[in-house]
T-cell receptor, first 114, second 111 residues
Framework: DTAVSQTPKYLVTQMGNDKSIKCEQN?????MYWYKQDSKKFLKIMFS???????INETVPNRFSPKSPDKAHLNLHINSLELGDSAVYFC?????????????FGPGTRLTVL | TQLLEQSPQFLSIQEGENLTVYCNSS?????LQWYRQEPGEGPVLLVT?????EVKKLKRLTFQFGDARKDSSLHITAAQTGDTGLYLC???????????FGRGTSLIVHP
């Protein structure tokens, strides 16, 4: 059983398109995250949701909109894709309140914007 | 924003060699974690250290948290090809349970 799963694994699209990435965790965790890893491997947090509520929203363009229909799912929708959005996007989950917090990552979605 | 600097950025060694990777910051962390990320996969937690001066061992890997809780090191003895990957340190502080990641050390172990 995959603990944190993401779809799709690869996403190639044209500039200006709108795309979504889906994430699901079966660990029963309360908190889910989206991270962006750039070409230099820097992993930076974008959003964090706790029990379907947004608790962290780092400086991310408002073209990025997360949606959490329930605490096991956190999807990421990106409007008007730009070249600079090309990166690997990781979903993660953790049991909030477990301090220090262990992040369980999905396998990543490699987004390429042409 | 707490910054975590990792060094070296890249490391290419032969199987059987020893190596040390460093993670430094000017900030004090309540806890520090090391993750390993293999190509095409997400990072996976290796260890968490919470006490200044703490040393933890995981088979051939030795992790140390600095006395002042501002730095950490990861030492690998007799590296194997399976150790190849990106090693990320991540620190949490200020009551936040969400870690801030360093930029990583990319390790390649050649047979």
């Amino acid at each position: 059983d995959t603990a944190v799963s993401q779809t799709p694994k690869y996403l190639v699209t044209q500039m200006g398109n709108d795309k979504s990435i889906k994430c699901e965790q079966n660990l029963g965790h309360d908190t889910m995250y989206w991270y962006k890893q750039d070409s230099k491997k820097f992993l930076k947090i974008m959003f964090s949701y706790n029990n379907k509520e947004l608790i962290i929203n780092e400086t991310v363009p408002n073209r990025f909109s997360p949606k959490s229909p329930d605490k096991a799912h956190l999807n990421l929708h990106i409007n008007s894709l730009e070249l600079g959005d090309s990166a690997v996007y990781f979903c993660a989950s953790s049991q909030a309140g477990g301090y220090p917090d262990t992040q369980y990552f999905g396998p990543g979605t490699r987004l390429t914007v042409l | 924003t707490q910054l975590l600097e990792q060094s070296p950025q890249f490391l290419s060694i032969q199987e059987g060699e020893n190596l040390t990777v460093y993670c430094n910051s000017s900030s004090v962390f309540s806890s520090l974690q090391w993750y390993r990320q293999e190509p095409g996969e997400g990072p996976v937690l290796l260890v968490t250290v919470v006490t200044g001066g703490e040393v933890k061992k995981l088979k051939r890997l030795t992790f140390q948290f600095g006395d002042a809780r501002k730095d950490s090191s990861l030492h690998i003895t007799a590296a194997q090809t399976g150790d190849t990957g990106l090693y990320l340190c991540a620190g949490a502080s200020g009551g936040s349970y969400i870690p801030t990641f360093g930029r990583g050390t990319s390790l390649i172990v050649h047979p």
